[in-house]
């Protein structure tokens, strides 16, 4: 309704309807609208907005209420999408060319009071947990495109222009035509059609005519409204005639700043060209409005009605069975679902305790649980570390792995890596793939099982990543080279030939890697920030090794070797701290965690070799005295094999690690204790007060109930 009436303002009624079924027809439109994500709202809000902010300069007797509308729409366009920024731009750069300074004021003290408001509830009031998101703003402020020592001034222009390049053709014309163009929506079409696959192949050649078309209507479009004093069409004659900031022409400022914002964010998706396009479509009618001739073809086609008829059909029709497409896979997948959330929703409910917890990469799984199991939502690309991490401090039962490609799982990547946990398949339905998470500290003498694929691109990944775990990146390169030739465009492909060049150090190689993932569409940016972080990890350490001061370098190589450790690659970040003692290093911190990581690696005999190194340096310094205790405490393991015995000595180190402030090791060792003794209520008490001080209550709580039932 929105979207016509604002048409109104501009061209006539017949070229308002046709614009207007052009748009709800548009494949993006549709699909979008059955997602729970912000881009309709996010749309709706910029045409109510733009609509009332014509009707303000209209209409003098409302222009208090119209400029409350405006305001309020500011706001919700902002809260929905960062890019609704343009908006506020657009309103502000209006107000002050027309010199309306109270009104430019008050719209933006009113956006930035309520952002201001929102943002100390989010970063002040409500504390962070593992899953804060920091939203997408500090993305455009990030090295994305280039590595991450060049200069912001750098980064810019390079990224703009690859922006551009990327949304060239939508923004040409074929955001008209979104599905013929982009293989992002190709899994909504499925098996497609033979006359979708005809008309795909004329498009292939004739995308190009409506480029040319779209582009040429547009900026005819655009020139007519910054040419006319009064664009506006004849049913509001007492609009106000003022040259150069006539209200037609926030159109113009609004796509300006949304395009500009848009080629700044790093990621590119179709979806986010849907809010321009309504724009698009009424610069190219008033282009098509003022071109000679036209309305003598108007005239001539409303006498002509099978004619005018049969014109509009042809534009309409590649949306038309885009959409059938659309709806016909639609009605494939309900009748034989891949994902069929309702099956798995109800074995789960049939065979878990009701008060469980289940770990997700996606949320629909909450919605078919039951009401009191709850639901962790896990990122697909999360750090081993950090995913082992969560499992254990949710007291994850099971765990949600969908299929991915081939016959991959999401998480088969971090279960692989994984040297806390083990996962048995519970159940599957369709594409969905549940499995029991198994504690390996707790139950020491269980044998990981590893997934079986087929030989294919799947079997080489899996294969050299535990390759990654051996520091065998010769044999791990020649796998990954075998899946890319295989599967080049694969997200995880590139992703893991991206994590090879890293640990081998080949600089370039995974800058390269890099650069392609960061051209992949942003549905697959899942893999940008693991990315990034291995590239800083890399970039430190390459210039580490390039630093003359050997205590400079000792401090930087160290760096670089927490890096790697926190993302998982711990015998990579073993080797670097290796150096430090190869070469005499004095940098006693460095040495202290170099000495840490040996015993998380039960790699005692380096272990002692940093230990007597830091003995020389400082033998009465607390931390060294804690950690020779340690080691001292892990030989004697090695030498028992009661129950008892075996207990006390975790909960030793337990207490030990809690000491010096290492509660993911205490952790690690107090569940090792409660595999020799699982219902040891002073271990059970332990980990619920360590649970306790991360602010798991709830978690705690369960714990707690062992003890006292």
């Excluded at 002692?608 to 607390?622: M, T």
């Excluded at 030990?656 to 020799?676: F, K, Q, T, V, W």
């Amino acid at each position: 309704f929105f979207f016509y009436s604002l048409l109104n303002f501009f061209v006539e009624k017949s070229f308002a309807l046709f614009g207007t079924l052009f748009f709800a027809l548009n494949p993006l439109l549709t699909i979008y609208s059955t997602e729970v994500l912000s881009d309709i709202p996010f749309v709706a809000v910029l045409l109510v907005s733009i609509y009332y902010f014509i009707r303000f300069q209209q209409n003098a007797s409302k222009q208090n209420v119209h400029f409350i509308i405006l305001v309020v729409t500011t706001i919700c366009a902002i809260m929905l999408r960062e890019i609704g920024f343009a908006l506020l731009f657009t309103y502000v750069l209006f107000f002050v060319l027309q010199k309306k300074w109270n009104q430019a004021i008050v719209i933006s003290l009113s956006v930035l009071l309520i952002l201001g408001i929102w943002n100390i509830r989010n970063h002040l009031l409500v504390e962070k947990t593992p899953f804060s998101q920091t939203g997408n703003m500090p993305w455009i402020f990030e090295n994305v495109i280039t590595s991450t020592e060049t200069s912001l001034l750098v980064e810019i222009p390079v990224r703009l222009w690859h922006n551009f390049k990327s949304y060239a053709e939508y923004l040409f014309g074929m955001a008209f035509y979104p599905t013929f163009v982009t293989s992002q929506l190709q899994s909504l079409i499925g098996n497609s059609s033979s006359v979708y696959v005809v008309l795909q192949q004329i498009l292939s050649w004739g995308k190009y005519f409506v480029i040319v078309l779209v582009s040429f209507t547009s900026l005819r479009g655009i020139v007519s409204l910054l040419r006319a004093a009064q664009p506006l069409a004849s049913n509001f004659p007492s609009a106000p005639q003022i040259p150069g900031s006539s209200a037609s022409n926030v159109l113009i400022y609004f796509s300006i700043f949304y395009l500009l914002i848009l080629f700044l964010f790093p990621f590119n998706d179709v979806r986010y060209v849907l809010p321009i396009t309504p724009f698009y479509i009424l610069f190219c009618l008033i282009g098509l409005k003022n071109l000679s001739g036209m309305k003598i073809l108007e005239k001539f086609l409303t006498k002509q009605k099978t004619l005018g008829f049969a014109v509009l059909l042809l534009v309409l029709t590649p949306n038309i069975i885009a959409l059938s497409e659309i709806i016909r896979s639609n009605i494939r997948i309900n009748q034989s679902p891949p994902m069929p959330w309702k099956t798995i929703g109800a074995w789960i409910q049939q065979n878990t305790p009701a008060d469980c917890i289940i770990a997700s990469p996606v949320k629909d799984l909450a919605i078919v649980v039951g009401n009191e199991r709850k639901v962790l939502e896990m990122h697909p690309s999360i750090e081993t570390p950090k995913f082992e991490m969560m499992l254990r401090d949710f007291q994850v039962e099971y765990l949600l792995s969908p299929a991915w490609y081939d016959d991959a799982t999401v998480f088969d990547a971090q279960d692989n890596s994984s040297r806390k946990f083990w996962f048995e398949h519970a159940y599957s339905a369709g594409s969905l793939h549940l499995f029991k998470v198994h504690s390996l500290l707790q139950h020491p003498s269980l044998r990981k099982i590893l997934p079986n694929y087929s030989e294919g691109v799947s079997s080489h990944l899996l294969q050299a990543q535990i390759l990654f775990g051996e520091e065998q990146y010769d044999s791990a390169s020649y796998l990954i080279a075998q899946a890319l030739a295989l599967a080049p465009k694969r997200p995880d492909v590139i992703y893991n030939n991206l994590v090879c060049s890293a640990l081998q150090e080949k600089q370039e190689h995974a800058q390269e890697y890099y650069r392609i993932l960061t051209a992949l569409p942003s549905e697959i940016g899942m893999y940008i920030f693991p990315a990034q972080k291995l590239m800083q990890a890399l970039n430190a350490l390459t210039m580490a090794k390039q630093l003359t001061s050997p205590e400079q370098r000792s401090i930087q190589m160290a760096e670089a070797a927490t890096e790697y450790w926190k993302m998982g690659y711990r015998r990579k970040a073993c080797s670097i701290m290796e150096e430090l003692l190869i070469s005499d290093s004095l940098y006693f911190n460095g040495l202290l965690w170099g000495m840490h990581y040996a015993i998380q690696l039960n790699d005692l005999s380096t272990a002692k070799n940093y230990a007597a190194r830091l003995q020389s340096l400082d033998r009465y310094n607390p931390l060294v005295q804690t950690y020779l205790s340690i080691i001292n405490i892990s030989d004697s393991i090695s030498a028992t094999n009661t129950n008892v015995n075996l207990t006390n000595f975790h909960m030793r180190l337990a207490r030990l690690y809690l000491s010096i402030e290492l509660p993911e090791e205490a952790l690690d060792e107090a569940e090792r204790a409660l595999g020799y003794s699982p219902e040891n209520p002073e271990t059970l008490q332990f980990i619920a007060a360590i649970l306790e001080k991360k602010n798991l209550p709830q978690i705690a709580a369960k714990i707690y109930k062992k003890i006292n039932p």
